[in-house]
């Protein structure tokens, strides 16, 4: 350890030597031209987002004269527009009933097979876990259009109760694995004591295992958050009815159409009351999400 | 004795009942259309009728001799081998940058935070946005080419068959580098200092460190990573050629996922969609395995 010391001792004195003199500054070079990369991207990410955010101030002459000038009138009737002409408010809450709904239940289902994976030993519990992980492989695509059609024959499409049950079961595999987890670490005497208390196996679920699998529930909860109300291909081809829409395929159909009704205030409104919840949940939930979001993408597939 | 077997089987009981709603959503919402999609690709069906013709393994066949299968296939692995390329080494410099670099920890939480922002955001919003990117005549991209008097280089950048795809790839990577940078992060901070210590002593500089020591210690997540990319890919690129260019111009951006969803829902084949998307989950799964296999043989080397 000494020697160690003495040897950094020795480098920390070599560096005042001019031989190390040129690697200091090759290295305050260096780390110019990263942080100059580090900046690049920052603009790259932030400036779309800003450019949205002004051009959704903008009325469509001003659009067209030039696009990425800053506005001189802020046109904030775009929002009434967009909330009202374009439906943007009756999507929102389209949306946010299919969201509360899929995750409650998602949540719910999920932990209760969770818990059931996690702490009981029986015939067959490590081949169903493994069952539920395989689905996560699957690519979307692979079983969209059979799902549609098994959808539509059980009159589940045209419904946001429908896409409320396709949504819950599509992502259980994911969230039973994120809680399966959480639920592993929670060691066994607490419900043991809870048992010889006279506790029934329901009781413990709901009075223990849920409270302290809090952490748990809360990643997989804003994970499915995020999907559930950013999802647009499921929508899309569950719901025609405009009455219907969620606010992603409102997106899309708005944007569809503007080769003949151009609104370009309205459809960039709509583009931010679409990122907004998410910015907000982000902002609260920024190390939860980065967290789940890691662990889950190898499952999520 | 009595008891116990009470006991058992009021455990047994509650099992079933918390495992139930789960692997019965599942396989009513996720394994059943799979084997269904296996039972119709056997039938030359429209999906709106219900006239279904049994015959046999003729939509396979067909598959064959389809340009655009081809089309579609070349098309996905070219994007998975530029995602995984440019994803791994943007994701790599940003996670070494934020961890070697000696940025103080607001600025590189502030950094963090704005890299992993698209990964929130819905794909239907991220291609909106960057479909003004690329307009043609409104767009930043060739704005910016007239600005610094490159002119030449305009191209309609997603109407072109040869720019369509090179179009595609950046806003993927865009949505997707964050997360990875946020995995090796993790890794990279998980290295214990020592390591970095004892070959400072051996005179190693920055550079010598990363092959030495950071590319060997975080394998691991880099593997975990590319296979990530490579399995994702094939579920999310079509959501975002379904949303930006639907497969088009002339099917120059066709992947295999959006050419299934404009097989079913713009020509009606819903036979042949599902048999293309059999071959999918059999090119993945096989995909999957050779990846596993051939990542782990290189770490054995």
């Not at chain 1, 670490?185 to 849920?210: H, K, V, W």
Request: aromatic letters at 16%.
């Amino acid at each position: 350890m000494e020697q160690v010391n003495e040897m950094k001792m020795d480098l920390h004195n070599r560096s005042f030597n001019g031989d190390s003199k040129n690697k200091r500054i090759t290295g305050i070079i260096t780390a110019g031209i990263v942080r100059a990369f580090l900046l690049l991207w920052t603009l790259t990410v932030l400036y779309p987002l800003f450019w949205t955010l002004y051009s959704s101030l903008k009325d469509n002459k001003a659009f067209y004269k030039s696009p990425w000038a800053l506005p001189e009138i802020f046109h904030f009737e775009n929002y009434y527009n967009a909330f009202i002409t374009s439906s943007f408010g009756k999507y929102f809450l389209n949306s946010l009933f299919v969201v509360v709904a899929a995750l409650v239940l998602n949540l719910l289902v999920s932990s209760m097979a969770a818990y059931v994976l996690s702490k009981f030993k029986f015939f067959g519990s490590r081949i169903i876990l493994l069952f539920f992980l395989s689905g996560t492989m699957v690519p979307t695509l692979v079983t969209l259009i059979p799902l549609f059609f098994f959808s539509q024959s059980l009159r589940l499409t045209e419904k946001l109760g429908g896409l409320v049950i396709i949504y819950v079961f599509t992502n259980i595999p994911f969230s039973i694995f994120l809680i399966c987890g959480f639920m592993k670490r929670i060691p066994n005497a607490f419900s043991e004591a809870a048992f010889m208390d006279g506790c029934s196996y329901y009781a413990i679920f709901f009075r223990i295992m849920l409270p302290l699998a809090k952490p748990g529930l809360i990643i997989a909860g804003i994970l499915n958050l995020l999907n559930f109300w950013n999802e647009y291909l499921i929508a899309l081809t569950f719901i025609t009815n405009p009455d219907k829409y969620t606010v992603p395929v409102g997106i899309s159909m708005l944007s569809g159409t503007m080769q003949y009704r151009t609104d370009f205030g309205a459809l960039f409104a709509g583009l931010i009351i679409g990122m907004l919840p998410m910015i907000i949940v982000y902002g609260i939930f920024q190390r939860q999400l980065q967290e789940g979001m890691a662990a889950g993408s190898g499952v999520k597939g | 004795m009595t008891f116990r077997l009470r006991k058992n089987i009021s455990r047994n009981i509650f099992i079933i009942i918390f495992l139930f709603p789960a692997l019965a959503g599942f396989c009513l919402f996720a394994v059943y259309p799979m084997l269904k999609g296996m039972y119709t690709s056997l039938y030359n069906w429209s999906g709106v009728t219900s006239a279904m013709k049994f015959i046999g393994l003729r939509n396979y066949t067909d598959l064959i001799g389809d340009p655009y299968v081809l089309k579609a296939f070349k098309n996905e692995f070219l994007v998975i081998f530029w995602k995984v390329i440019l994803i791994i080494l943007t994701a790599l410099f940003f996670a070494l940058a934020l961890t070697r670099l000696k940025l103080n920890s607001r600025e590189q939480s502030f950094y963090r935070v704005i890299f992993f922002f698209p990964n929130i955001l819905s794909v239907i919003i991220i291609t909106n946005i960057w479909s003004f990117v690329y307009h043609p005549t409104i767009g930043i991209l060739n704005t910016g080419l007239e600005a610094i008097g490159l002119q030449r280089f305009w191209h309609a950048w997603l109407g072109e068959p040869e720019t369509v795809l090179g179009a595609l790839i950046p806003v993927t990577c865009w949505a997707g580098v964050g997360l990875f940078m946020i995995i090796f992060i993790a890794a990279i901070k998980g290295i214990p200092e020592e390591l970095f210590e004892s070959t400072i002593i051996d005179g190693a500089n920055e550079w010598q460190q990363l092959i030495r020591i950071i590319i060997p210690m975080i394998w691991e997540q880099i593997k975990f990573s590319v296979i990530t990319i490579i399995i994702s890919t094939f579920g999310t690129t079509s959501v975002f050629v379904i949303a930006m260019t639907q497969g088009g111009p002339d099917n120059a951006s066709q992947v295999v996922g959006s050419y299934i969803y404009e097989l079913n829902f713009n020509q009606y084949r819903a036979g042949y969609a599902t048999a293309l998307g059999v071959v999918l989950f059999l090119v993945v799964l096989i995909i999957t395995g050779i990846t596993n296999k051939l990542m782990n043989k290189e770490i054995d080397v």
